[in-house]
């Protein structure tokens, strides 16, 4: 009778362990080996077919990256969330991550997610930003990366430079990838009624308000706007890089090129404003602000436009309307357009639009300085070894006169 039980007893041992064995290897065979299997599939059926290998200078500054701890305070993932989205754009594929081993996810976000830093940002940004963050963005609690630079933001050492092109890379695959590479993805994906997994095809692939853009289409501002606001503002945002009081002498503008404008030295119509703080000036530092306001924007431009120093037009000279006009027909017109609206048979090609003289206007002086020492770090080259100084002066006059003031209809074009 007692043999009965004593046998069960022994045999609960093996029952145990076999079901505690079984038990582990479902575990890894359901949680792990599974969905790596299911993850595989689906990324290499989602993602292009050839990603984009790291160069060996964005490798290096993978590691910089690890290194200097900044996965601390930056995440690389946009997750499934509208506020996600709103600020950084698409939710993050697995496949987009799929050469990033060891991961660079982060957890926290003390700073702003960086999945999409690619093409965010200009070279000369990033460079000015590392070296001293709150020299560009006042309130920024970031730390100061200048051990990696020669004393100067324009002076990176390798390790800044290896440091720029991984974040160059950051989203890059993605980018590059669509539209055509969205397309393949979502119909891999086959998932059109599962809600949360089409918000990865939703909206902008790159979201960020900073983000410069070529275009010159920007919404029309109010046309009230209050200036005190407006001056705090641009204390807050703009000061760093032009300047107090406009000149574009701000603690930011130190190894920009080009550097911030002399918005003194200018008048700029509301329409150009607008133009410029809605899309940002595209081949330059200058960020956009489409995460402000309207209101904000209308009184940010009207500041800027209180910044410009009364200088009495000068009269032109008889002598010099017909230089001028020649000058600029000859020289000028395949970048600056027949009619000086920056839309030139060259125009297109160029890393940056040139000036639509209509919607802008500078002093004769900074005009007649940039004819003679050109824009550093833009296509605007100097104009002394093939012009004299008096068509230099006629062709200064000339450009001046196709500004049609503060109201300009937009785009700049004369109605
Ligand atoms: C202590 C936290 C912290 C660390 C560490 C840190 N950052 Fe930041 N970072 C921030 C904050 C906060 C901001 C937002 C304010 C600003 O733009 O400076 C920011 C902004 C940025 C931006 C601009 C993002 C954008 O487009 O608006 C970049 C790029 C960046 N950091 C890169 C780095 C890199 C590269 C490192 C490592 C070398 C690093 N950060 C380390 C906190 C940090
Ligand atoms: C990171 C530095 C930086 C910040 C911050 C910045 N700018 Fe700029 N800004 C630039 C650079 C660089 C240019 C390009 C100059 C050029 O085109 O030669 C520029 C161009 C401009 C222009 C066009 C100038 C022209 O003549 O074509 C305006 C207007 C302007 N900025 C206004 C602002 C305002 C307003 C703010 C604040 C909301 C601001 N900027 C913030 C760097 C900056
Ligand atoms: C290769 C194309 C190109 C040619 C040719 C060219 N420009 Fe420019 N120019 C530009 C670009 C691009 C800018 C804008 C640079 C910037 O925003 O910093 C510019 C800017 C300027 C500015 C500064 C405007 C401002 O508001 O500060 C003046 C003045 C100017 N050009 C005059 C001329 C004149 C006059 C000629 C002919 C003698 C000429 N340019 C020929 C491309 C060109």
Redesign the pocket.
């Known amino acids: 009778m007692s043999g009965q039980p004593q046998r069960a007893l022994r045999m609960s041992y093996v029952v145990a362990s076999v079901a505690g064995v079984a038990f582990f290897v479902m575990s890894v065979a359901l949680l792990g080996w599974w969905p790596k299997r299911v993850l595989d599939e689906q990324s290499r059926a989602m993602g292009p077919e050839y990603v984009l290998p790291l160069s060996e200078s964005a490798r290096r500054g993978r590691v910089v990256y690890s290194r200097e701890g900044c996965a601390y305070c930056h995440t690389q993932q946009v997750r499934y969330l509208h506020t996600d989205m709103a600020r950084f754009g698409a939710p993050t594929l697995a496949w987009e991550t799929r050469l990033d081993y060891p991961h660079l996810w982060g957890t926290r976000r003390i700073g702003p997610d960086l999945t999409r830093a690619a093409f965010t940002r ?1 070279t ?2 990033h460079f ?2 590392l070296f001293s963050p709150r020299a ?2 006042p309130a920024s609690v970031m730390p100061a990366y200048a051990a990696l630079f020669d004393g100067a933001p324009d002076r990176p050492r390798q390790e800044a430079r290896d440091l720029v092109a991984y974040l160059e890379t950051l989203g890059r695959a993605r980018e590059l990838a669509a539209p055509e590479g969205e397309a393949r993805a979502r119909e891999a994906c086959n998932c059109t009624d599962d809600e949360m997994a089409m918000m990865a095809f939703d909206g902008a692939l790159n979201a960020h308000p900073g983000r410069a853009r070529r275009t010159h289409e920007a919404p029309a501002l109010p046309r009230s706007a209050d200036l005190d606001r407006g001056r705090q ?2 204390g807050e ?6 300047g107090a009081t406009g000149q ?1 002498d ?1 603690p ?2 130190r190894g ?8 003194a030295e ?1 008048e ?1 119509s509301t329409d ?2 607008a133009d ?2 809605w899309n ?2 595209w ?5 956009a ?1 489409r995460d ?1 306001r309207p209101e904000d ?1 209308a009184a ?2 009207e ?2 436009r209180a910044l410009t120093r009364a200088e009495p037009n000068p009269p032109v000279p008889d002598h010099m309307v017909e230089l001028g006009a020649r000058v600029f027909r000859e020289n000028c017109v395949q970048c600056h357009g027949d009619e000086g609206l920056g839309n030139g048979p060259a125009a297109a090609e160029l890393a ?1 639009s040139p ?1 639509n003289f209509h919607r ?1 206007r ?1 002093s004769l002086d900074r005009a007649i300085r940039v004819l003679r020492n050109g ?1 550093d ?2 296509p ?1 080259a100097p104009w002394t070894a093939r012009l004299s100084d008096a068509e230099l002066i006629a062709v200064a006059h000339h450009v001046r006169g196709y500004y049609e003031g503060a109201s300009a209809a937009p785009g700049g074009v004369r109605r």
Do not use: E, F, K, N
């Open positions: 200009s000369d940004w000015a930003h560009v963005v503002l641009y945002h703009c000061a760093t890089c032009h574009g701000g930011g503008a920009l090129r080009p550097a911030p404008a002399s918005l200018h700029y150009r404003l410029v703080l940002g000036v081949g330059t530092a200058m960020p602000w402000r924007l940010i431009a500041a800027v940056m000036s802008q500078p824009i770090g833009t605007m």
